[in-house]
């Protein structure tokens, strides 16, 4: 079984500020996938980034960055230089594939943390 | 591309009548999800279909819930009866094949149905 915890329900950052919102994970599974979306109020999902449990190198898209720990199961994502239009929930999902080898498509999310920019 | 589409965005009903969400995938993509958003239980996974087939339901929470996938390019999501704590927004999202274990699987979310029932 996977699960995902986000310990922060709630963040606030001022604007052009950096933050990390943390995520940690638990599977058995052989490999995996690590994934953030961000829901702003309008309520749409949209996918920020990936990260590969064998990348060897953090994800980075734009200001978007994950900070990935193997070892400790853990898969933080960084904004850099916040904005006001970065406030929204924001939720890390993993995918998994068991020793089996079949895959499994689904994504387990954690609860989420909402994030504030404040200006 | 238009993106993965649902209908209706809202959705008002009265306890006991049936509800029919519907979801149009990206073209081409090979795997639908269905997910539900609660504040309580956050995002769950209800079912998910590869190439028009259900893989696993084990999320679907009672037998008033079923889903189907006539073709590649629909599917729908039926509660019936509904109750009041079927509640919440629906998504469905798609996402093409891909393999194991260096590439990824994103899957693109629809809008949504914010499901109310009374």
């Not at chain 1, 915890?5 to 933050?19: D, H, L, S």
């Not at chain 1, 749409?44 to 060897?56: C, K, P, R």
């Not at chain 2, 629909?74 to 509660?79: A, G, H, N, R, Y």
Request: negative net charge; proline residues 6%.
């Amino acid at each position: 079984a996977q699960k995902i915890t986000q310990t922060q329900p709630g963040m606030f950052v001022q604007e052009k500020e950096a933050v990390t919102l943390d995520c940690t994970y638990d599977t058995s599974d052989q490999s995996y996938g690590l994934f953030w979306y961000k829901q702003p109020s309008s309520g749409e999902m949209i996918f920020l980034i990936y990260q590969g449990s064998y990348d060897e190198q953090n994800a980075t898209e734009g200001r978007y960055s994950l900070n990935f720990q193997k070892a400790r199961k853990s898969a933080n994502l960084v904004i850099s230089a916040s904005q006001l239009g970065d406030s929204a929930m924001y939720f890390c999902a993993m995918r998994g594939r068991p020793y089996s080898g079949a895959g499994s498509y689904q994504l387990t999310f954690g609860k989420g943390t909402k994030l504030s920019v404040i200006p | 591309d238009a993106g993965v589409i649902q209908s209706p965005r809202h959705e008002v009903t009265e306890m006991g009548q049936e509800v029919t969400l519907r979801c149009k995938p990206i073209s081409g993509h090979d795997y639908l999800f269905w997910y539900r958003q609660t504040m309580m239980r956050g995002l769950e996974l209800l079912i998910y279909f590869n190439n028009n087939v259900p893989i696993d339901d084990s999320g679907m929470p009672e037998d008033r819930f079923s889903a189907k996938m006539p073709n590649a390019s629909f599917s729908t999501l039926k509660i019936q009866p509904s109750e009041p704590r079927d509640s919440a927004v629906y998504f469905c999202a798609s996402s093409p094949i891909e393999g194991f274990p260096s590439s990824y699987n994103e899957q693109f979310f629809g809008p949504g149905t914010r499901l109310t029932v009374l």
